[in-house]
């Protein structure tokens, strides 16, 4: 089985500050990543997400990561935060052509990195 | 709006009692799912199913069943509610192909007294 490993638990930043997630994966194969956001009081929402080609993918509302394969990496990233950007964010993984009656579709999540970003 | 929907969306019970969290969809997914959210736990899988008449369990099965009613719904009962269950409860669906991330709904916040 997957395991997704987000470093962070708990980032506080100050608005305009750069922000930068960590998340790794222990996957050998190749795999699709996602970032999804929860913002208090909501369900999780997709972010952004990376299947194949350019491992610099760009998402919604500034966000973007970049995949790094000898890593084992997908880290999320913005320029400049908002206060509006203060929410809980997981990165998740699934595996690539997936025995279909075993892990079909399946996610692995992270445990999740709360951001607080100071107006 | 299309989407995933979860009822009720709080819920509080004593230990022993039972319910049964509701979870549809009308995107056509064949896959749903069933997650508990705790506090620096992320989320836990605890019953999936890949197609209707089909079910799976996750990470975190003991305590709960399962029945995948047709292709829009699932739904996910406690037979005998424990304080370890309180949590937030969210259910989700994806398309077939493993490339598709989920949709959520909007979750059930569960507390067992």
């Known amino acids: 089985a997957q395991s997704v490993s987000q470093h962070n638990h708990h980032v506080i930043l100050s608005e305009a500050a750069s922000l930068e997630l960590g998340c790794n994966y222990s996957y050998g194969g190749t795999v699709n990543l996602f970032w999804y956001v929860q913002y208090p009081g909501q369900h999780l929402q997709l972010l952004l997400k990376?299947?194949?080609?350019?491992?610099l993918v760009k998402g919604i509302k500034g966000f973007e990561a970049e995949f790094i394969k000898s890593k084992f990496s997908f880290n999320l990233r913005k320029p400049s935060v908002q206060w509006s950007d203060t929410a809980e964010y997981f990165c998740a993984v699934n595996e690539k052509g997936a025995d279909r009656g075993s892990t079909l579709g399946r996610l692995y999540f992270g445990r999740g990195t709360q951001l607080t970003v100071w107006p | 709006n299309a989407g995933v929907t979860q009822t009720p969306k709080f819920q509080v019970l004593k230990t022993g009692q039972s319910m049964t969290l509701q979870c549809a969809q009308d995107?056509?997914?064949?896959?749903m799912y069933w997650y508990r959210q705790d506090p620096g736990m992320g989320l836990r899988l605890i019953y999936y199913?890949?197609?209707?008449?089909?079910?799976d369990k996750g990470e975190v099965p003991n305590g709960y069943n399962v029945s995948r009613l047709n292709k829009r719904e699932f739904s996910l009962r406690l037979e005998s509610a424990a304080p370890s269950q309180t949590s937030v409860y969210f259910c989700?669906?994806?398309?077939?192909?493993?490339?598709?991330?989920?949709?959520f709904g909007s979750g059930t916040r569960l507390t067992v007294v």
């Open positions: 199913s890949a197609s209707e008449g089909t079910t």
């Open positions: 990376y299947f194949s080609g350019d491992p």
């Open positions: 989700a669906s994806s398309r077939d192909r493993e490339q598709y991330g989920y949709t």
């Open positions: 995107m056509n997914h064949n896959s």
